[in-house]
C-alpha cells in the first residue's frame, strides 16, 4: 500500500509547519474491503484540507465511514490508498515507524468508549503517554499535575476508573489525549456514551483547547456538538458531500 | 442428575475443542499413572501368593567388618536354628542350581534350585500333580528325587498325569520325578526343577561353620513377631560365640550378625526406592496436566461467568451451578480415566519390555486395584477441576460481573492472579521432573564412564558344569578345563581363552577370608574376606585385564605346582600399603585357628597384580572403606564344578558360538554349554535397571515439559486475547510494537522466573529422595541444574514468544472497533 520513498530527518511539530501550509490534507484517500470477486468501498477519493487551528466536525449518517477516516487521519489505519499529507509530510510514503513517531508527538485521540485502563488509576492513565515519548518521570510528575489542575481532577487522581462515572472517566480520556500537548485532537464520538449535561462539559472544554490553538477534528452525530466547531463535513456512503 | 448430566454433553459437544484438549490430556496423564500403579501393585503392595505371607522371613550372615554386608548361610547354622522351635514353624535353606538333562546330543542345561524338604512346607504350596519333597528326600542315598515346573513337565512329558514315579537324567544320573508344581508357583521366576538338599556329617560339621552357601527362608510360629525372631536369632549366635572361641575374635572384629526380615520387605528392599520415585513422578505429571486442565476450565467459566451470574440472579444457588460444573468435570475425567486405561495396557506392555530385573515373572496388568486407584483419581481430578473456577465466583460481586465486559478489555486481577500461580506451579513441577530426570541421566553417564578393568568387546562367554558323577574331584575337573581351554585356542578366529568361577556380572561371587604372612591384624580390626575368583590360564589375557606387576596365573599353575596367588591393587595396598607384594606369600584361615599358618604346601605365593576388576555390579566401589579388593587363585589348584569360559576374538564374538560349542562337544559331547553370550551383553544386562529408570524418568520429564509448555502458551494467549483491545488503546496512545512485545514477554518471563525458582527450591528439598538413585553424581549438581533450568527457560520462553509476537502485531483499528 505505501511506497517508501522519503525518509524523515526529524519529527515535525506545530511549529515547524510553514504559515499557509495545511494541518492536514488528503488526496484521493480511498479505503475498500475485499467481498468476493470486487471490493466493497468505505470511503471514496476523499479530498480534505484541514488548517491549523481548526475545529472540525465529521458528521453523516452511520456506515458513512467516519470512524474509518478518523483512524485514517490518527494513523492507526495503514490499509488505505490515495495521498495524505500531514504537517507536510507525505504519510503515504512514510515507513509505519516514522508514521508511528509523527503521530506519537502531534496527535492526541479521544475514544467513544473512553478506553481507560481499568488496572491503572486517573494519574498513570493521564501519564501513559508520557512515559511511550520517554518524557523523564520528574517532567512526566509536573505535567500530570498540570493536566490534573486544569481539569480540575486531582482529588481524583489515585481512583481507578470503574470508580469513576461516564463523564468524569471521558475527561479522564480527554485529559490523557491532551498531556502530550498534541497539535492535533481527534475525537471519536467524545459525548456519545455521556448524559447530554456531561456532553456539553465535555464540549465546552475541546472549545477551551481550541481557542487555546489546538486543532481539533471531531466525529459526532450531534448538531449542538457540532455548532462548537466552525466548520462541518459530511459524509454520505463514503463520499464527502460538497 | 441426569439433567446436569444431558446439559453437560449437550455443552461439551458445543465446545468440541475444549473437551477433546481435556480428555486427551487428562487420558495421558491418567494412563501414566494407572501404569505405574500397577507395578507399584505387583511389586510393592500385593502380597505374596503364599499363606499368611507376612510369617514369612528370611535371614543371612553378615560380616561387615570384614568386608561382607551380606553373605548367606551355612548348614550349621539350619541345624542350629531349627532347635529354635518356639519361633520358626518351618524352616529351609535353598539355593540356585542348573543341571544337564538329557544325554548325547540333547543335553540341556535348565536351570533350578535345590531346597531342603521343609521348603515347600514352609510356603505351603500344594502341587499339580504327585507330591512335594518329605523329610526322607533330604536323606543321602534317597535324594535322587525332583519336582519339575508345569512348564518343563508339559515339554518333557506332554499330558502325562501319572508322572509320579518317571525316571529322568539329571547330570548323567537317573532320578525319579515326584510331582509337578502349578504355574502359578512363582517364587524364582527361571526355576524349572528343583531338587532335594541332603547333607552329609560333614556338611554339618562344625569346620563348615560360615561357609555360606544357602539362602534361608522361614515360617514364624504364630504369634511371633520379626523382633522376637531376631532376638533369638541374636541369643544363639551370641552362645555360638562362646561355644566356638578360636572364631570369636574374628567374629567380634568383623561385627558378625543375622538379619532377620521380612520376606516381601526383602523382596522389594532395592525395588521399593525406585518404584516410589517412578510413582511420585507421575503424580506430578498428573499435577501438572489437571492445571492444564483447571485453566482451561478456568477460562471457560469465565466466559460463562456472565451466564452464572445471570442464573443466580433469577434465584438459583451456587451450590446447584457448583453441581453442574462438577457433573461436566467428572464427565470429562470419566472419558479421560477410559481412555487412559486402555493406554496404560500398552505402556505396561513398554514397561516390561524395558527389561527392569525385579519386574521380571510379576503378573502386571490392570485389575481391579488400579481400577479402583484410577477412579479415585478421576473423581478427584473432577472436583478439583469442576469446583476450581467456582471459587472465584463465590467471591465475586454480581453486579460487577453484570457490568464487566466494555471498559477497557483489562481482565480482572484476581483472575489473571490465578492463572499466574497455576501456571507458576506447572513450572515449578515440571522442574523438579526435569532435574530429577537429568540427575539420573548424568548418573548414567558416570556410570557409563567407569572403568571396568577389564575390554569387554569382542569376547564371547558361556557356562559349563562339570556333573560329579563324571568329574568327582579337583583332578579331574582341572584336566577337563584345561583339555577345553587347549581345544578353544585351536578354534580359528580365537585370540586367547580361559576359564572363570566368577564371571563379571554373573551370579556366582565367593568372599573368603585371607591373610598374609606375618600380618597381625590390629586390636579390633577384622580378618577381611575379600572376593575370591578362580582363574585358568589365558584368562586375563582372554578379559584384557591389565597386569600392574609380575605375572597372570599361567599355564606353570598346575595343580601340583605351588600354589600362586594373583591380587589386585586394593588388596595389595591393604597388606603391604609400603611395599611390593611380588613374592609375598598369603594363606586361607584355617577355622579352627585362623591366625596359625598353614602347612607349606598351602601357602599362596603373590605371583602378579592386576588392576580392579568390577565383578559384582558396576557400581560397586572396587576400593575405599569396607572394600577389600579381590585375589584371584589357579582353577587347576582350586578346582570346583561351575565354570565360565571366556573366548577373545578380532571378529563378532557371536560367530564363535557355533565352534566353541563344536570343540567342548569334542571333549565331552555331554558337557551342556549354555548362557552364551558376549561379554558386552553381560554388561548392557548391568545396565538395564538404571537405563530403564532413566528412560522413564526422561518421559515423565519431556512430557511435562510439554503440558508446561502448553499451559504457559495456552495462558499468555488467553491473556493476550483479553487484553486485546487495552493492547490497541496503549497503541493508540503511542506504544510501538517492540514494547508490546516487551509486556507481553514480561508477563511470562515473570511467571516462568517464579516457577523457576520455586522448583529448583524444590528440588533441593527433595535431593534425599532421590541421592541413593544417584552414582557419582550430587543432587545438587550445578552443572545439571543449569542445563534443566536453561532447557525450562527456552521451551518456555518459546511458548511466550508466539502471544508475544501475536500481541505486537495487534491493529489497533481492529481492537478498538467497539461499535
Given amino acids: 500500500m505505501f511506497k517508501r520513498t522519503s525518509s524523515l530527518s526529524a519529527v515535525p511539530d506545530i511549529a515547524s509547519v510553514p504559515g499557509n501550509t495545511p494541518l492536514i490534507s488528503t ?6 474491503y475485499p467481498t468476493g470477486p470486487g471490493q466493497t468501498y468505505v470511503l471514496r477519493r476523499i479530498m480534505l484540507d484541514i488548517k491549523p487551528g481548526e475545529f472540525v466536525s465529521i458528521m453523516g449518517p452511520s456506515g458513512a465511514g467516519k470512524s474509518t477516516l478518523l483512524h485514517i487521519l490518527g494513523m492507526h489505519d495503514a490499509t488505505w490508498s490515495g495521498e495524505y499529507d500531514f504537517m507536510g509530510q507525505p504519510i503515504h510514503t512514510l515507513a509505519p515507524k516514522q508514521r508511528a513517531a509523527i503521530q506519537k508527538r502531534n496527535i492526541g485521540f479521544v475514544f467513544q468508549s473512553y ?126 458531500e460538497s | 442428575m441426569v439433567q446436569d448430566l444431558t446439559l453437560a454433553l449437550r455443552l461439551l459437544f458445543k465446545e468440541r475443542g475444549f473437551a477433546v484438549a481435556t480428555i486427551a490430556t487428562l487420558a495421558l496423564c491418567l494412563a501414566a499413572n494407572a501404569a505405574i500403579f500397577a507395578v507399584v501393585n505387583a511389586v510393592l503392595l500385593r502380597p505374596l501368593p503364599y499363606p499368611a505371607p507376612d510369617r514369612l522371613v528370611t535371614m543371612f550372615n553378615a560380616y561387615p567388618g570384614a568386608g561382607v554386608t551380606r553373605g548367606s548361610n551355612g548348614v550349621p547354622d539350619y541345624f542350629d536354628r531349627l532347635q529354635e522351635e518356639d519361633v520358626f514353624e518351618e524352616l529351609a535353606l535353598y539355593m540356585s542350581t542348573s543341571v544337564t538333562i538329557g544325554g548325547h546330543g540333547d543335553a540341556q542345561r535348565i536351570p533350578g534350585m535345590t531346597v531342603t524338604p521343609s521348603f515347600f512346607r514352609a510356603l505351603r504350596v500344594q502341587p499339580l500333580h504327585g507330591r512335594v519333597f518329605d523329610d526322607a528326600d533330604g536323606e543321602i542315598g534317597r535324594h535322587r528325587k525332583v519336582i519339575l515346573s508345569e512348564g518343563l513337565w508339559q515339554r518333557l512329558f506332554p499330558g502325562r498325569t501319572d508322572v509320579a514315579g518317571t525316571d529322568l537324567r539329571i547330570d548323567g544320573e537317573p532320578y525319579d520325578v515326584v510331582g509337578v508344581l502349578p504355574s502359578s ?10 531338587m532335594p538338599a541332603a547333607f552329609s556329617p560333614a556338611d554339618r560339621a562344625d569346620n563348615r561353620r560360615h561357609s555360606n552357601d544357602w539362602r534361608m527362608i522361614g515360617r514364624l510360629v504364630h504369634g511371633v513377631t520379626v523382633m522376637q525372631a531376631q532376638r533369638h536369632i541374636d541369643a544363639l549366635n551370641a552362645r555360638n560365640l562362646e561355644r566356638f572361641p578360636a572364631l570369636k575374635g574374628f567374629l567380634t572384629n568383623a561385627r558378625f550378625h543375622t538379619p532377620v526380615i521380612l520376606f516381601q520387605e526383602d523382596l522389594v528392599r532395592q525395588t521399593r526406592p525406585v518404584v516410589l520415585l517412578l510413582w511420585a513422578g507421575v503424580l506430578l505429571v498428573l499435577i501438572i496436566g489437571c492445571v492444564n486442565v483447571a485453566n482451561l476450565a478456568s477460562v471457560r467459566a469465565s466466559a460463562r461467568s456472565r451466564e452464572f451470574a445471570t442464573r443466580l440472579s433469577l434465584g438459583t444457588t451456587t451450590g446447584r451451578i457448583v453441581q453442574q460444573t462438577v457433573t461436566e468435570s467428572l464427565l470429562l475425567s470419566a472419558i479421560g480415566g477410559a481412555t487412559g486405561l486402555l493406554v496404560a495396557t500398552w505402556m505396561l506392555r513398554g514397561i516390561q519390555s524395558l527389561g527392569l530385573e525385579d519386574l521380571r515373572g510379576k503378573n502386571m496388568a490392570v485389575d481391579w486395584q488400579t481400577l479402583a486407584y484410577t477412579f479415585l483419581l478421576v473423581a478427584a481430578v473432577a472436583t478439583v477441576v469442576g469446583m476450581w473456577p467456582m471459587l472465584a465466583l463465590r467471591r465475586a460481586n454480581l453486579a460487577d460481573i453484570i457490568r464487566e465486559e466494555g471498559r477497557s478489555g483489562t481482565p480482572t486481577r484476581h483472575a489473571r492472579a490465578t492463572r499466574r500461580i497455576l501456571v507458576t506451579s506447572q513450572v515449578a513441577f515440571a522442574l523438579v521432573l526435569l532435574m530429577g530426570a537429568g540427575l539420573l541421566l548424568a548418573s548414567f553417564e558416570r556410570v557409563l564412564a567407569v572403568d571396568l578393568g577389564f575390554r569387554p568387546d569382542h569376547v564371547l562367554t558361556g557356562d559349563i558344569n562339570f556333573p560329579p558323577a563324571r568329574y568327582p574331584d579337583q583332578a579331574a575337573m582341572g584336566m577337563a578345563a584345561d583339555r577345553i581351554v587347549t581345544e578353544l585356542r585351536r578354534v580359528p578366529g580365537v585370540a586367547a581363552a580361559g576359564l572363570t568361577t566368577s564371571i563379571p556380572f554373573g551370579r556366582e561371587y565367593s568372599d573368603s577370608m585371607i591373610s598374609a604372612e606375618g600380618y597381625k591384624p590390629a586390636p579390633g580390626e577384622s580378618f577381611v574376606a575379600p572376593s575370591r575368583v578362580r582363574v585358568s590360564d589365558g584368562y586375563f589375557q582372554a578379559m584384557g585385564v591389565s597386569l600392574v606387576a609380575g605375572r597372570f596365573i599361567d599355564a606353570r599353575d598346575t595343580e601340583t605346582a605351588p600354589r600362586a596367588i594373583v591380587v589386585d591393587e586394593p588388596l595389595a595396598r591393604r597388606f603391604w600399603p609400603n611395599g611390593n607384594a611380588l613374592g609375598r606369600r598369603m594363606y586361607l584361615p584355617s577355622r579352627d585357628d585362623i591366625l596359625a599358618p598353614p602347612p607349606e604346601d598351602e601357602w599362596l605365593t603373590v605371583v602378579g597384580v592386576v588392576k580392579p576388576m568390577r565383578l559384582r555390579a558396576i557400581e560397586r566401589n572396587v576400593a575405599g572403606p569396607g572394600v577389600f579388593g579381590t585375589y584371584f587363585l589357579s582353577y587347576p589348584q582350586f578346582a570346583e564344578g561351575h565354570v565360565t569360559l571366556t573366548v577373545r576374538t578380532q571378529h563378532d564374538p557371536e560367530t564363535l558360538i557355533g565352534p566353541v560349542r563344536a570343540a567342548i562337544a569334542r571333549i565331552d559331547p555331554e558337557l551342556a554349554f549354555y548362557d552364551v553370550r558376549p561379554m558386552d551383553a553381560r554388561v548392557e544386562g548391568e545396565l538395564i535397571d538404571r537405563r530403564a529408570t532413566m ?68 528440588s533441593l528439598l527433595l535431593r534425599t529422595s532421590i541421592e541413593s538413585h544417584l552414582y557419582q553424581v550430587r543432587a545438587t549438581d550445578p552443572v545439571v541444574l543449569g542445563a534443566v533450568a536453561g532447557v525450562l527457560l527456552l521451551v518456555a520462553g518459546l511458548a511466550c514468544t508466539l502471544p508475544a509476537r501475536r500481541a505486537a502485531s495487534t491493529n489497533p483499528t481492529n481492537a478498538l472497533a467497539d461499535q
Avoid at chain 1, 27 to 32: D, Q
Fill in chain 1, 27 to 32: 488526496r484521493g484517500v480511498e479505503k475498500s
Fill in chain 1, 115 to 240: 478506553h481507560l485502563l481499568d488496572d491503572l488509576t486517573v494519574y498513570e492513565n493521564i501519564e501513559l503517554p508520557l512515559s511511550y515519548r520517554d518524557v523523564p518521570k520528574s517532567e512526566r510528575q509536573s505535567i500530570v499535575a498540570d493536566v490534573l489542575d486544569r481539569f480540575g481532577i486531582v482529588a481524583k487522581k489515585d481512583l481507578y476508573p470503574s470508580q469513576l462515572s461516564g463523564g468524569q472517566q471521558q475527561l479522564v480520556g480527554v485529559a490523557r489525549a491532551v498531556v502530550a500537548n498534541p497539535a492535533v485532537i481527534l475525537a471519536d464520538e467524545p459525548t456519545g456514551n455521556l448524559h447530554s449535561d456531561q456532553g456539553r462539559e465535555i464540549m465546552e472544554l475541546f472549545k477551551k483547547l481550541n481557542e487555546q490553538g489546538t486543532t481539533i477534528l471531531q466525529v459526532t452525530h450531534s448538531e449542538a456538538n457540532a455548532a462548537y466547531g466552525n466548520r462541518v463535513i459530511r459524509l454520505r456512503d463514503g463520499f464527502l
Fill in chain 2, 185 to 194: 508357583f512363582g517364587f524364582d521366576p527361571d526355576s524349572q526343577l528343583w
Fill in chain 2, 695 to 762: 528412560l522413564l524418568a526422561i518421559g515423565f520429564a519431556l512430557v511435562a515439559l510439554l503440558l508446561c509448555a502448553i499451559g504457559i502458551y495456552g495462558a499468555l494467549s488467553y491473556e493476550v486475547r483479553l487484553r486485546t483491545r487495552e493492547i490497541g488503546i496503549r497503541m493508540a496512545l503511542g506504544a510501538d510494537p517492540r514494547r508490546i512485545l516487551g509486556m507481553v514477554l514480561s508477563e511470562g518471563a515473570v511467571v516462568v522466573a517464579a516457577g523457576t525458582l520455586l522448583g529448583l527450591g524444590g
